[in-house]
Every structure is written in C-alpha cells, then in structure tokens.
C-alpha cells in the first residue's frame, strides 16, 4: 500500500523568502511517480511538479523545484520567491504504476506567505 | 492543456433528495475518472474509480448503493448522492486520466463541487 506523509499543518514564510514543503512517502512498487498541487481557497486543485521514480534528476518547473531524495524517500518541494499568491494548501501525492494506479493524497500543509 | 469541468459547482439540497454531479473531460477522452470527497481542512480521499463502460470501482468504506457512478461515455462520469443527509456536506471532486498524452498517467481535476445538504 502506498502512503504519504506531511508533516507540516502549516508554514509562515515571509515574502520574496524560499520555502521547503515536506513529504514522504512509503510504497513497495519500484515504479512511481510524485506530484505536488496547489490548492487556493477556491477548491482547485493546481497540478505544480512530477518526478517519476526512475527520473536521474530533481525535476523543476519554473520557481518550483522537487528535491528527491529516493534512499530516503523524500520529495520535498521547494518554492523560491514566495509571493502572496503562493498562500494555499499544498498536497503531495504519490501514484504506484504497477498496483491500481490510484493518486494517494498527503494530509496536506497550508502555506501562509507574509508581506 | 487538458481541461476537466464539473457541474453544478455548488449546489444545496434538502435531506432525503438525491443529487447528481457530472464531471466532463472537455479535451480529451478519459477511460478512467476519479471521484474524491474532501471534508473542510482535510485531504482528498478517494471514493471510487469510475471506469467506462463497467462498473466503477468503490474504495473501503464508501457506500455504492448510495454514491452511483454512471461512466457511460469517454467524457463524462456522473457521482449521484442518493437520499443525500447532511453528514454527506462535503467537497466532491473529479478527475480524469488522460492515457493518451502523458506518459506519467497524470490526472486532471475538476473545478469541485461543493454539497450542503440541510
């Protein structure tokens, strides 16, 4: 079964500042991917980064980053110059491609950004 | 990129009635959606897997006789809440896979709808 853990309810970070988001997750399918959304209060869900198991580098996707740390499993996400509009819930999530192929969802962290 | 809309996006109902909520792939067709439901402050959980053309597929604990998945085209599932009770207030939210395009198997999310039923 596949699981992911953030352990952060919620981060305060000043503006123009980067910020670290963390999650791990735990999965016995050597095949995989990891994905980050955005959620603003508004309900969507903002697809923001993927790094798929088998990905030799950190994926980054203009000022977002994923710092994969496979031994560890760890795929935190790293925000540089946090603007006002990046606060929201961020969820991580993970899907296994040899299993059910279902999205498993982190409890999520609210990330205030202060001006 | 490809677009996933639902509809209505908010809707309040009176305890004992049913609801429906459909959820359309507008640019690409989708053999697989996603239902989830999301309590305030909460993570998504999923509740079934709608797959068309066959009976969708339910998570533990998620009642099937009361939350009907209808998956009859390539763009469009619909989660009916029957007999809806205010305990079933909630986020819903869809999503569709798009095995055509990405390699990643990446789904794309519905706007959510929102349920208050009194």
């Known amino acids: 079964a596949q699981k992911i853990t953030q352990t952060q309810p919620g981060m305060f970070v000043q503006e123009k500042e980067a910020v670290t988001l963390d999650c791990t997750y735990d999965?016995?399918?050597?095949?995989?991917?990891l994905f980050w959304y955005k959620q603003p209060s508004s309900g969507e869900m903002i697809f923001l980064i993927y790094q798929g198991s088998y990905d030799q580098q950190n994926a980054t996707e203009g000022r977002y980053s994923l710092n994969f740390q496979k031994a560890r499993k760890s795929a935190n996400l790293v925000i540089s110059a946090s603007q006002l509009g990046d606060s929201a819930m961020y969820f991580c999530?993970?899907?296994?491609?040899?299993?059910?192929?279902?999205?498993?969802f982190g409890q999520g962290t609210r990330l205030t950004i202060n001006p | 990129g490809a677009v996933v809309s639902q509809h209505p996006s908010w809707v309040i109902c009176k305890s004992g009635t049913s609801v429906k909520i459909e959820c359309r792939s507008l640019?690409?067709?989708?053999?697989?959606m996603f239902w989830y439901r999301q309590f305030p402050k909460q993570s998504l959980m999923l509740m079934a897997t709608?797959?068309?053309?066959?009976?969708?597929?339910?998570e533990q604990g998620v009642e099937k006789d009361k939350f009907l998945i209808n998956h009859a085209s390539l763009t469009l599932s619909t989660l009916t809440v029957t007999s809806a009770h205010p305990e079933d207030s909630s986020f819903y939210i869809c999503?569709?896979?798009?095995?055509?395009?990405?390699?990643?198997?990446?789904?794309?999310f519905g706007p959510g709808t929102r349920l208050t039923v009194t």
């Open positions: 999965t016995s399918d050597p095949s995989y991917g």
């Open positions: 999530a993970t899907l296994s491609y040899g299993g059910a192929q279902k999205l498993v």
């Open positions: 999503s569709a896979r798009d095995q055509g395009l990405s390699l990643r198997d990446e789904q794309y």
């Open positions: 709608s797959n068309e053309g066959s009976k969708a597929t339910y």
């Open positions: 640019d690409f067709q989708a053999t697989t």
